[in-house]
């Protein structure tokens, strides 16, 4: 309760162990009045319009009911834990996986690797905020999971019905916060769902995103593309940049583009819409997952 409380009265900001104040750069995010495919296609879809759809909107997903547990802790909270009695049914699912690590001396070391989701289900089961080395199941494609993982994920009406029917891909993300997705577009709309835990999304419309990107090419003397993922942006000098300009509130000036940002969790549905730029961070306790589909 406490961790949900804070969240709700600084939803525009990253919560971490260093306090960060709202600014004025990132504004609420419009939450859709209802979850009509009318609604949603008028206020969002149609003018593309970054949206946040009525809170739990999607909580009654078979996933979120049957991947997670809740374990209540210290704080009469409850924090989302994998569900290992039920899972374990797909632990040879090949998944990708990140491992990252904070050094001394502020670089961080990333590899990624197609592994068991077994060695991720393990992992998972001694893993805390406390420790260094750390893994990531990131961006695990429905074309390579089991049918019967991914029947615990039908797909939204939002996402059959409203636009062509043509859905480019499905991924699951799964880790233990502190997690991060550098600022970076994607090619076509993003219905990103919220299963377990929570994210702080942060999100610019493409000409902001454009200005912030390119500065930070700038200073690194590059011309890179905006790929989704690129190993660059997960490392180095460049992930650094990247992580300041949208998260550090001290960073800000008054030439900073207007964005928006949202804090979304279990059943939570948000709408982005193709080229519009965003980043996201896994905060509080306990495990966090999320499943998108990029559509048309």
Not at 160 to 166: A, C, H, N
Not at 220 to 226: M, P, Y
Request: hydrophobic share 40%.
């Amino acid at each position: 309760m406490i961790l949900r409380q804070s969240l709700r009265l600084t939803s525009l900001c990253f919560v971490s162990s260093r306090p960060y104040s709202s600014t004025v750069r990132w504004r609420p995010l419009k939450e859709l009045q209802d979850g009509h495919l009318e609604t949603f296609r008028a206020e969002a879809f149609a003018p593309s319009k970054p949206a946040l759809l009525p809170r739990k909107h999607l909580l009654e997903l078979p996933a979120v009911q049957k991947w997670f547990l809740a374990a209540p802790n210290a704080h009469d909270e409850s924090i989302s834990t994998l569900n290992r009695d039920y899972l374990s049914r797909f632990e040879n699912a090949i998944v990708p996986l990140e491992f990252t690590t904070l050094e001394t001396n502020g670089e961080g070391i990333f590899h990624r690797a197609e592994v068991t989701f077994g060695i991720f289900l393990q992992w998972a089961s001694f893993a805390s905020r406390s420790i260094k080395d750390r893994l990531y199941l990131a961006q695990a494609s429905f074309a390579s999971l089991p049918k019967a993982m991914t029947d615990d994920l039908p797909t939204p009406e939002i996402v059959s019905k409203v636009g062509t029917g043509d859905i480019y891909d499905t991924n699951i993300w799964m880790g233990m916060p502190p997690t991060y997705t550098p600022l970076h577009r994607d090619p076509n709309p993003n219905l990103f769902v919220q299963l377990a835990g929570t994210k702080v999304v942060r999100i610019l419309e493409p000409s902001a995103g454009d200005q912030v990107f390119g500065r930070v090419q700038h200073a690194l003397a590059r011309s890179a593309s905006a790929s989704f993922r690129g190993e660059d942006m997960m490392k180095g000098s460049e992930r650094k940049l990247l992580e300041s300009a949208i998260w550090d509130d001290a960073y800000q000036t008054d030439r900073e583009p207007a964005g928006y940002g949202v804090y979304v969790e279990a059943g939570d549905c948000l709408f982005i819409p193709k080229g519009w730029w965003h980043s996201i961070k896994g905060v509080g306790k306990g495990i966090s997952a999320s499943v998108n589909w990029w559509f048309r």
